[in-house]
Every structure is written in structure tokens, then in C-alpha cells.
């Protein structure tokens, strides 16, 4: 009788699920898509050449002829450098959130699965990393080593592991208390079998929600190095390296800084709204 009424019962509409979604998360995925296209689609978009200079044009303001956005102190366009800056960010920042979150949940889970020692080991790196002012190691890493893309996306994949080792731990602990991680070993399951194919699916969507809370300040920390001048390098972009170079000229050519200082407030904005949204939908323990 239930499965007949359930069958009966219509079905919400797609349009009226999308009309359910808040303004404010509404323009979060907009402006998430508009980022991400821009991001795939960069070297079609851009209108010029990222070093392409023209000095007679320096300094043009918002509107010039050719140049939407003006240009800067070399005569680039700033629209081009901004598109350009979009994709090498947005790499940086998602290449070092898979990262950080491999890593985090693969220690999570091995300390729920051996306990012990090793459980221990993993906590108290846990404890290390979360009072470890990364801000300052970082700088002092990128001075050493020097810079380069690869560094930056593994240094920055370094950042918050400690969160989901930590909800990894717990969560796979509260799986194998629920029985059904014990039943499949007793069928004979190995223990990545019951990791990967039975624990995982069941605590992604609180994975997932904390990869939304880490990406946008994994973007305001490649900014900061950036604008300090230990991020992405010359003749590359990226956004905090715009802001960097445009703080000089903030008084006679405001638009040079404040193009991607806009970009990156409305990117961490959307992303944060996103993420709550994403949480009060898919975390269970909200419900």
C-alpha cells in the first residue's frame, strides 16, 4: 500500500525545485558557472595575448576602445590578464582542495581502521598542522625552494587535511558502530573494499560540504602569497599577483587593482553561500 501511494503521489517539479533555491544561492552557481567557463574556455575568450603590450595605450581607463577593462602600466589589457588569472587560481585552488582532501581522508581512515598507535600518530599531526601558522611556513618554504606551479598546488594541498582527517575519522568510526561495516567483512570484504565501496559513498556528502568550505580560502591564501610576491610568478597571472601589482597604481589607476580584488570577493562569496546551502542540504546531522 505504501509503495502504491508513493507511486501515485506526483512527482516535484524541476521548475519548482529550482524556484525553492534562495537569490543569494541562486547567483552563488551562477557566478560559479561563469568562473568556470571562463576558466575551460580562456585561450577562445581573451581578447588579447597576456604579454601582448601596446605603451602608447598605457593606463587606459575602463572603456577605452579595445580594452573593456583598461589597461595597465605596460599597456596589457586587463581584461585578458583577468581571464587568464581566472583559470590559474581556479586551477591552483581545486588542484590543492583534491589534494588536501585525498590526503586528509586517506589518514582519517587509516586511523579508524588501526586505531592504536596510529590512531594517535594521526591526531596528534592533526593537532600540529591546525596550530601551525601555514601563512608563515609557506613563506618560508616558497623563499627557499622558490617558486613554481607545481609547489604552490602541493603546498597549498597541505592546507586544512587536519579537517577531514579528523571527519573521516569520526565518521568511519560511527560506520563501523552502525553493523553494516561488520557485516560486510564477515562476508569477507577486504578492508579497502569496505573503505572505498561502503564507508566512503556514505560520508562523501559531508566530505563534499567541507571541500566547499576549504576552496575559497585556499583562493584567499594563493592570493596572499601571490600579492607578497611568492606566488604565481611573471610573465604567468593570477589574481592576488594583479592585486599585487596594481596596489602601486591604486590612486591613478584604481581599475588595475580592483578588477580582481572584485573577482576574488564575488568567487570566496559564492562559494561560501554554496557550501552552507550544500550543508543544510546534504549534511545529515543538520536534519
Not at 588595475?256 to 573577482?263: D, K, N, R, S, Y
Amino acid at each position: 500500500m505504501t509503495l502504491a501511494l508513493d507511486e501515485t503521489r506526483p512527482r516535484r517539479p524541476v521548475l519548482s525545485r529550482l524556484a525553492a533555491i534562495p537569490a543569494t544561492v541562486g547567483f552563488g552557481f551562477l557566478w560559479l558557472g561563469f568562473m568556470a567557463v571562463c576558466a575551460l574556455f580562456a585561450d577562445l575568450i581573451r581578447p588579447y595575448d597576456i604579454t601582448q603590450m601596446d605603451l602608447m595605450a598605457r593606463l587606459a581607463p575602463p572603456g577605452s576602445p579595445g580594452h573593456w577593462l583598461g589597461t595597465d602600466e605596460l599597456g596589457r589589457d586587463v581584461l585578458s590578464r583577468l581571464i587568464q588569472s581566472i583559470r590559474v587560481s581556479l586551477v591552483i585552488a581545486f588542484g590543492a582542495t583534491i589534494l588536501s582532501a585525498l590526503f586528509g581522508t586517506t589518514l582519517g581512515f587509516l586511523a579508524a581502521q588501526f586505531r592504536g598507535w596510529v590512531e594517535h600518530l594521526v591526531v596528534m599531526l592533526a593537532d600540529f598542522q591546525a596550530a601551525l601558522p601555514f601563512l608563515i611556513m609557506s613563506l618560508a618554504v616558497l623563499a627557499f625552494f622558490g617558486s613554481s606551479m607545481w609547489l604552490l598546488v602541493c603546498l597549498m594541498g597541505f592546507y586544512g587535511w587536519e579537517r577531514y582527517a579528523r571527519i573521516a575519522r569520526g565518521l568511519a568510526i560511527s560506520a563501523g558502530a552502525q553493523g553494516y561495516a561488520a557485516a560486510v567483512v564477515q562476508l569477507g570484504a577486504t578492508p579497502s573494499r569496505v573503505y572505498l565501496r561502503h564507508i566512503l559513498p556514505n560520508v562523501a556528502s559531508t566530505l563534499i560540504v567541507s571541500m566547499t568550505l576549504t576552496f575559497p580560502e585556499i583562493i584567499l591564501m594563493e592570493s596572499g602569497l601571490s600579492f607578497l610576491g611568492l606566488g604565481v610568478q611573471p610573465p604567468e597571472s593570477s589574481l592576488g599577483n594583479m592585486v599585487g601589482f596594481g596596489r602601486e597604481y591604486l590612486t591613478t589607476a584604481p581599475w588595475v587593482m580592483l578588477a580582481p580584488a572584485v573577482v576574488i570577493m564575488l568567487t570566496t562569496l559564492s562559494i561560501s553561500l554554496v557550501g552552507d546551502w550544500l550543508r543544510d542540504r546534504l549534511d545529515p546531522t543538520i536534519r
